[in-house]
């Protein structure tokens, strides 16, 4: 499909831009002052209004080493890089809230649009239908070499029916919404006043200030062999023991968080980022809130720019992809929806001590 190619920080910039428009109206304006009071020879006190950050928690500036030298090659070298404080979600975008977005502006996603033949030049038109990717169990022994063993194009899936129209979200609103592209995250965070955030700022947070450990519970996958994520266990694709007590997808928060209070930062399902994806980035990125590179290249899909994706998730094995681990990079091309793949947001404003300050 045809990639808009604007640099990921353009268009985070054209987002903030959008976003005072698009919020206002909806009854959680970002930056609104609301007068008390209107005494005339008193200055009037502000209060702002700081619901938004209710699902939020504060991630503090600070340093860290990214990536890891045990990694593979697009996770090296190890850097130490600097984030500013940011709010961030503390779970997953879930159905409910994603459902809230569509029913008050009337969003299609990118899985529910019959694809522009346009695009597609030679294509059969009568193949090109709306649909999604959903893992489905190859059902014999296959190469893990070949992830399309376990992939299938579904006509009509979507994050309304993630596994294919006779599939569903009733009674599932505190699940992650997945079948996301990476527009659709977009068009989200800016409605809620949001932003996705950097690769950067995420692996930043998922680590909850742990350094040199490869979850942020440790270094061992199961210590006490209790499961601290939603993964896989088994002989992926085929075979799953659900040891962590979930096959697909588990509702938000259900292990423990980071040390922040973030959940999911290993595992359930992958989360878009704002960057580009480029294998060499790590050596060539700026120290201080880098925000990924204006170009993308996968050498193992020429011509295919890919997103940044992170975390992991349910589909995740030690046989197959560690993406659970805190340095572990993905990649997926922009317009591709995938039963695995939803996000979070994060949003810039001021810490919780400067909320307080505000308020004396
Ligand atoms: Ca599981
Ligand atoms: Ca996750
Ligand atoms: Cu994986």
């Not at 609103?173 to 800016?190: F, K, L």
């Not at 266990?233 to 085929?238: A, C, E, S, T, V």
Request: glycine share 10%.
């Amino acid at each position: 499909m045809k990639i808009e190619f604007m640099d990921g920080w353009q268009q985070l910039l054209a987002g903030g831009l959008l976003t005072g428009l698009l919020v206002s109206g909806c009854g959680s304006p970002a930056d609104e002052a609301t007068s008390e009071g209107g005494q005339s020879d008193e200055t009037p006190r502000i209060a702002r209004d700081y619901s938004w950050t209710n699902d939020m928690v504060w991630i503090p500036s600070g340093t860290y080493r990214r990536g890891s030298e045990s990694g593979q090659g697009d996770e090296r070298p190890v850097r130490e890089i600097s984030i500013s404080g940011i709010w961030m979600d503390k779970t997953e975008v879930t159905n409910e809230q994603f459902g809230e977005f569509v029913r008050e502006t009337g969003y299609v996603t990118v899985a529910e649009r019959k694809p522009d033949p346009a695009q597609f030049p030679g294509a059969d038109p009568s193949l090109l239908v709306a649909g999604a990717i959903v893992f489905e169990p190859p059902g014999q022994p296959v190469s893990l070499r070949n992830h399309y063993a376990w992939w299938r194009y579904v006509a009509g899936a979507s994050w309304k029916h993630p596994t294919g129209p006779s599939s569903d979200v009733q009674g599932k609103g505190e699940y992650p919404v997945t079948q996301m592209a990476w527009e659709d995250a977009i068009a989200y965070a800016r409605w809620a006043g949001k932003r996705l955030p950097t690769e950067a700022e995420w692996e930043y947070a998922a680590r909850g200030g742990v350094e040199g450990a490869e979850f942020f519970w440790g270094d061992e996958l199961t210590p006490d062999n209790q499961w601290n994520a939603n993964v896989w266990q088994g002989d992926f694709p085929n075979q799953n023991s659900v040891a962590d007590g979930h096959y697909w997808m588990a509702p938000v928060a259900q292990y423990s968080p980071n040390a922040w209070g973030l959940y999911d930062m290993s595992g359930n399902v992958w989360e878009w980022c704002m960057d580009w994806y480029m294998p060499d980035y790590y050596a060539k990125s700026p120290a201080k809130n880098p925000h990924g590179p204006s170009q993308s290249y996968d050498p193992n899909e020429p011509g295919i720019p890919k997103k940044i994706m992170r975390g992991g998730s349910y589909l995740c094995s030690d046989l197959y992809c560690e993406g659970y681990r805190l340095w572990w990079r993905m990649k997926s091309a922009p317009d591709t929806a995938m039963s695995h793949t939803g996000f979070r947001c994060v949003r810039e404003g001021p810490s919780p001590e400067e909320m307080q300050a505000e308020n004396r």
